[in-house]
């Protein structure tokens, strides 16, 4: 995959980062943090609700960044193009009907992307923000969305660990 393959040239450049494992890159719509266990059946509702709403669609990636700039990164991501609007639609659905449980409403845009590494000390990366930019145009493919998926995550020093907790198809 053309992602993996850029992924992999930049790591020489960006040796403080942990990255994300290919098999479990996504999109986070929503960012629920530490959520009671008892909450859950909620949420889980809740989502299948959003699912119910949206068709699945296309989701093109296209160029690499970081947040909160590519000079002093904490987040490498690739961008979404094609299906970006469809994506945000679905992100809005979803914070929506947990903002009906009690969760906060998002007070960012959403901004479409794919979490490819973090960085574990964040500081100035020259070679690091060279890299990105020549790849800011750069297409990596597509994916179908067809599912919301309600994860898990462990924070290590490894990287994330993500455990599936429920799924839910589109449409």
């Known amino acids: 995959m053309a992602l993996a393959r850029e992924v992999g040239r930049l790591q020489p450049?960006?040796?403080?980062?942990?990255?994300?494992?290919?098999?479990?890159?996504?999109?986070?719509?929503?960012?629920l943090g530490a959520t009671d266990e008892d909450r859950l059946p909620a949420v889980r509702e809740a989502l299948a609700r959003a699912a119910g709403t949206a068709s699945a669609f296309t989701l093109a990636l296209r160029g690499l960044g970081a947040f909160p700039t590519p000079s002093r990164p904490r987040v490498i991501w690739a961008g979404a193009a094609e299906g970006a609007g469809a994506l945000a639609a679905l992100a809005g659905t979803v914070d929506r009907e947990l903002v009906a449980l009690g969760v906060?409403?998002?007070?960012?845009?959403?901004?479409s992307h794919v979490t490819l590494g973090r960085v574990r000390e964040?500081?100035?990366?020259?070679?690091l923000?060279?890299?990105?930019?020549?790849?800011?145009?750069?297409?990596?493919?597509?994916?179908?969305?067809?599912?919301?998926?309600?994860?898990?995550?462990?924070?290590s020093p490894r990287g994330a660990r993500y455990t599936e907790l429920a799924g839910f198809a589109l449409g």
């Open 104 to 111: 906060p409403p998002e007070t960012r845009p959403f901004a």
């Open 13 to 31: 450049v960006a040796s403080n980062v942990a990255w994300v494992g290919a098999d479990h890159l996504h999109v986070t719509l929503k960012f």
């Open 129 to 155: 923000a060279e890299a990105l930019a020549t790849a800011s145009e750069r297409v990596f493919g597509t994916v179908t969305v067809d599912r919301l998926t309600l994860m898990r995550s462990d924070l």
């Open 122 to 127: 964040p500081r100035r990366a020259p070679r």
